[in-house]
């Protein structure tokens, strides 16, 4: 038994397909397939049921993965103390981060930080919260960029920085003249918003008490904040931006930015990890102070 057999079950518990595990695993399919027939033999158990589509683990080779997942952090583990020992970052660091905060985030230090470790390799998936959490737990991420909410008790939260919420108005629109925005000022506005399940979403209905955009026909659900953005440019209605996006603006974008009257509690950006000590997902990342 070996650790690169361990990888890929796990890679194929994952994909639930042999040939995009083998992909993932930059290996041809027959040599992965024939990895997990040789532990398959070890073990005198089947792993995986191959006459179900897609692919699924056996009652047994479920708890073979469960443990195989155990074995690897632990292994990884080893890796991470020699390199601290070393005072040197490197190995790969998987990061889920929000679609709202990445574009705005990671310019800010990704390349800082390239330059600084060049041996470390970061992975960066854009995820919704939800599915931050479940690849915490699954061991797919080392660690997770949200706007902290309610039901994260199970990570450990380390706070990156807070920020507000801005409207974005177009030119043509009659809320342009206002100093400021007031949510009760929305009826019948064109609002682009995100789609529900995204927190920025979540956090603006709530938190500004929106009951307009909650019923409002004219609310469109595109699910990019940049996209909105560039309507709103063009001519086109309302929408809402973080604050951390209107320092990347240039001087006529920022025209268009308006501050919410009754401003609604800042949300605190945060950085998930697992609480389980021994997990590989306690590899430190650099913070940025100037955030």
């Given at each position: 038994m070996t650790l690169q057999q361990l990888e890929y079950i796990l890679a194929v518990n994952q994909f639930r397909h042999f040939a995009k595990a083998a992909e993932h695993c930059r290996v041809t399919q027959p040599t992965l397939s024939a990895m997990i027939q040789k532990l398959e033999d070890e073990l005198d158990t089947k792993i995986f049921d191959r006459n179900q589509q897609p692919i699924c683990p056996t009652p047994v080779g479920q708890l073979v993965i469960e443990q195989a997942r155990i074995v690897l952090e632990q292994a990884g583990h080893i890796k991470d103390i020699i390199e601290e020992e070393k005072h040197s970052l490197s190995g790969v660091f998987k990061l889920g981060i929000l679609p709202t905060i990445a574009p705005y985030l990671l310019p800010r230090f990704f390349?800082?930080?390239?330059?600084?470790?060049?041996?470390?390799?970061?992975?960066?998936?854009?995820?919704?919260?939800?599915?931050?959490?479940?690849?915490l737990q699954s061991g797919e991420i080392d660690a997770g960029v949200v706007a902290s909410l309610a039901g994260m008790e199970e990570f450990r939260q380390t706070s990156l920085f807070y920020e507000q919420f801005f409207a974005y108005v177009a030119r043509e629109d009659a809320l342009y003249n206002n100093k400021?925005?007031?949510?009760?000022?929305?009826?019948?506005?064109?609002?682009?918003?995100?789609d529900e399940?995204?927190?920025?979403r979540d956090?603006?209905?709530?938190?500004?008490?929106?009951?307009?955009?909650r019923?409002?026909?004219?609310?469109?659900?595109?699910?990019?904040?940049?996209t909105f953005m560039r309507m709103v440019e063009s001519g086109k209605g309302v929408t809402f931006i973080p604050e951390l996006a209107v320092l990347q603006l240039n001087k006529p974008q920022k025209e268009l930015v308006r501050p919410i009257a009754n401003p609604s509690p800042p949300r605190q950006i945060v950085k998930l990890t697992n609480k389980n000590?021994?997990?590989?997902?306690?590899?430190t990342l650099p913070r940025n102070r100037e955030v």
């Open positions: 390349p800082q930080l390239m330059k600084k470790y060049p041996k470390l390799d970061i992975r960066v998936t854009e995820m919704k919260t939800k599915d931050i959490k479940q690849a400021v925005i007031r949510t009760s000022d929305l009826n019948g506005e064109q609002l682009w918003l995100l399940g995204h927190c920025f956090q603006l209905v709530r938190f500004c008490q929106m009951k307009s955009a019923a409002s026909q004219l609310a469109y659900h595109l699910g990019s904040m940049e000590p021994e997990s590989k997902t306690h590899k």
